[in-house]
């Protein structure tokens, strides 16, 4: 039933080795890459040598090759730290610059590298500075721009990109493009963001993208850290299947024209660069457009190149020309699951089944080491995924390739229908158990029930016991109880009413974070939602609620200032049809068995924090203060209102008052709080609370802190 796996041969041993001995050069030169991936380099490259039994004259042109990959990365690492302690102009500036990377969303606004022009020749000058702020999203690699702003001389890298300089923009002035190939790219990446334009408001539309031309930033947070949860980050990657189906259309489109063989090779080879070019360089579609166009090449020629030295030649010309690529995750994953691909093509030999089932085993069992070493897990059920995910995404890419091409609504809009699918997919899988000896053990008793008959029903009805009782939750929210999540620095707590319903208040800075939090506690629907103020430590995690889950009503305060976050959210509430609601101070509703009552805030304040909802939840044997993050402005202004557990406002900063906090007499005082340069909590504060006769308990110190009300 199984072939052996295809390992090189001789000829094919010796190219695959010389790959090896230069990407070892360059892990060494750069001395970036860790003693583990060097240990496994050198010995794949002695045991390729071994092996071919070559003579002194291999050896030599391994030692060439092995140079050749050392002053690559001793070059690309001096060149980095170079830029990065290089420095810059402090204060006002204004400066010509060329984008060198897309402007990315950030939390603090968005940013992008961008090198600095000579105004009089248009010279490319050194360092490569920062740009950071109100850089706008129209901007493109290859744009020239004049900028005015702040300039600090602070470097590093952004995006593994490195800096000598930061500029904090005020405005931006675009003049134009320098490079025709940059400019046919962007019209490209245009021309899919115009196609797209119509479903920005569906997730499935920022996956689309990421397959046509490898854009994630669109993709949400969540969606982004759940697709790489279950292995499926490759697909927004684009690497060798999106090149295949590239070039696929091409000699599609070339048929007509009755090219030749060698003239679409040639084509073929143009095209590559274009789409290298359009899909912004990524290290995973250089790994597979250089490997295309040396088959690409070789048949030009009249040669046959196998994709065993196609891998290997590709590897050691990338590695050689750019050494930072040896360190680079994405380069190291997208060699191996290439190398995994090509080992086990035809490892099963049932149709149909059989090369996907192999596609996705071998490449996941080839990554497996590299993603245990950098992230310390493995997505267990990958394969698994894959399977499903694959066959779906390759649908969504020829139909959203289809939609960019003709004029037609159809294939864009099923494009994005599947790629929804596969974004539901993901955040099913998310939330099955990674790596771990319980669930290493659910594929193992499978194979035992392959192998052993006497077993097979006993191993079977166990592994499938064990992997439904991994999926569940491990610690569900019970009824009449809250729980105050570590977020890190903000709030973020859930409450399970008597009768089973869920009321989150705030979400913290981080939408990953409370969706494994939500997930952990089997919390699937919101039914109130209650954001205390415009803050982003309160808001940003709330995107993994928000057209993630079900929301029944949303409760929020009216902010005094723009509420830039906020409007947006409540705008993505109200097209999902969402119930949103500013309550008035007075306001008692009951809800779930049991009484919401809001506080504060009694008028309008300047502050965003004084102008914080202010909500008293009553259980049948205690109650909870939601504060949100009152000052003492706000506080003078509401009498202390009496409750047995206090949420500490402003992760216990001193900008509260020590007396009124005392007064409210709660038994218990949780401080939502993580890891920070302001001084929180305050020991004032601290003391105060203690003083008055309440345990002070702190979510950095012992994560998720649980209160239960039950009888």
């Not at 090779?265 to 597979?288: C, D, K, Q, Y």
């Not at 491990?474 to 620095?489: I, K, Y």
């Not at 939601?626 to 900063?653: N, S, Y």
Request: net charge neutral; hydrophobic share 50%.
């Amino acid at each position: 039933m199984i072939d052996r796996l295809r390992l090189p041969e001789r000829g094919d041993r010796l190219v695959v080795g010389g790959g090896g001995l230069v990407w070892t050069g360059a892990l060494i030169g750069g001395a970036g890459g860790s003693a583990i991936m060097v240990a496994i380099a050198v010995g794949g490259a002695i045991a390729v040598v071994r092996r071919s039994r070559i003579d002194h004259r291999w050896l030599v042109i391994g030692a060439c090759l092995f140079a050749v990959g050392f002053v690559s990365g001793h070059v690309a690492e001096r060149w980095s730290t170079s830029t990065m302690n290089a420095g810059g102009p402090s204060g006002p500036v204004r400066v010509l610059v060329d984008l060198e990377t897309d402007p990315v969303a950030g939390r603090f606004g968005s940013w992008a590298v961008a090198v600095p022009l000579d105004p009089t020749t248009g010279a490319r000058t050194w360092p490569p500075v920062l740009l950071i702020g109100d850089v706008p999203a129209g901007l493109a690699v290859g744009d020239v721009a004049e900028v005015r702003g702040s300039a600090d001389p602070g470097g590093g890298a952004a995006g593994g990109v490195a800096y000598g300089w930061r500029l904090r923009v005020r405005t931006v002035d675009v003049l134009g493009g320098t490079d025709w190939l940059l400019g046919v790219a962007n019209a490209a990446r245009a021309g899919v963001d115009q196609a797209l334009r119509s479903y920005n408001d569906r997730a499935g539309a920022a996956l689309v993208k990421g397959f046509l031309i490898g854009d994630e930033r669109e993709l949400s947070e969540v969606d982004r850290a759940a697709m790489r949860a279950v292995g499926l980050s490759h697909f927004t990657a684009v690497s060798g299947s999106n090149v295949a189906l590239f070039l696929g259309a091409l000699w599609v489109l070339a048929g007509p024209l009755g090219m030749g063989g060698r003239r679409r090779a040639i084509g073929g080879l143009v095209a590559l660069v274009l789409f290298a070019a359009i899909t912004r360089w990524e290290p995973s579609v250089l790994r597979a457009c250089v490997m295309a166009g040396l088959v690409l090449t070789a048949r030009a020629v009249g040669l046959a190149l196998t994709p065993w030295a196609a891998l290997g030649a590709a590897t050691g010309i990338l590695v050689a020309w750019s050494g930072a690529l040896a360190t680079s995750v994405g380069f190291q994953l997208s060699v191996a699951a290439a190398a995994g691909v090509i080992a086990g093509a035809g490892y099963w030999r049932r149709p149909v089944i059989g090369p996907a089932v192999s596609t996705a085993v071998s490449a996941h069992m080839a990554v497996a080491p590299i993603l245990l070493l950098r992230f310390g897990e493995i997505p267990t059920w990958g394969p698994v995924v894959n399977l499903v995910a694959a066959p779906i995404v390759g649908l969504a890419t020829i139909m959203g390739a289809a939609g960019v091409l003709v004029p037609l609504r159809a294939p864009m809009a099923g494009a994005v229908m599947l790629a929804d699918i596969v974004l539901a997919v993901a955040r099913v899988g998310a939330g099955l158990p990674g790596v771990g000896p319980w669930s290493a053990a659910v594929p193992l008793l499978f194979v035992v029930a392959s192998r052993v008959r006497t077993l097979r029903v006993p191993a079977i009805v166990v592994a499938i016991v064990l992997a439904a009782t991994l999926v569940r939750p491990t610690h569900v929210l019970p009824n009449s109880a809250v729980v105050f999540f570590d977020v890190g620095q903000g709030d973020a707590a859930a409450i399970r009413t008597p009768n089973g319903g869920t009321i989150l208040v705030d979400g913290g800075p981080d939408a990953v974070v409370l969706d494994q939090k939500l997930a952990q506690r089997g919390i699937e629907r919101v039914d109130l939602l209650i954001v205390s103020h415009s803050h982003r430590d309160h808001i940003d995690g709330l995107a993994a609620v928000i057209g993630r889950r079900p929301v029944g009503r949303i409760w929020h305060s009216d902010p005094p200032d723009d509420g830039g976050s906020l409007r947006a959210l409540i705008q993505r509430a109200e097209r999902a049809g969402v119930v949103v609601e500013v309550p008035d101070a007075g306001t008692v509703v009951d809800f779930g068995g049991l009484l919401i009552e809001v506080v504060g805030p009694v008028r309008r304040y300047a502050s965003p924090n004084d102008q914080s909802l202010v909500v008293r939840i009553r259980f049948a044997r205690g109650d909870v203060l939601f504060t949100g993050d009152i000052e003492r402005f706000a506080q003078a202004d509401l009498p202390a209102p009496v409750a047995t557990v206090l949420k500490v406002p402003h992760q216990g900063a001193a900008t509260s008052d020590p007396d009124w906090l005392a007064a409210i007499g709660a038994s218990l005082a949780v401080v939502s709080v993580g890891p920070n340069t302001y001084g929180h909590p305050s020991r004032e504060v601290i003391d105060s609370l203690e003083q008055a006769g309440a345990r002070v308990r702190r979510t950095d110190a012992l994560g998720d802190i649980l209160v239960s009300f039950a009888d």
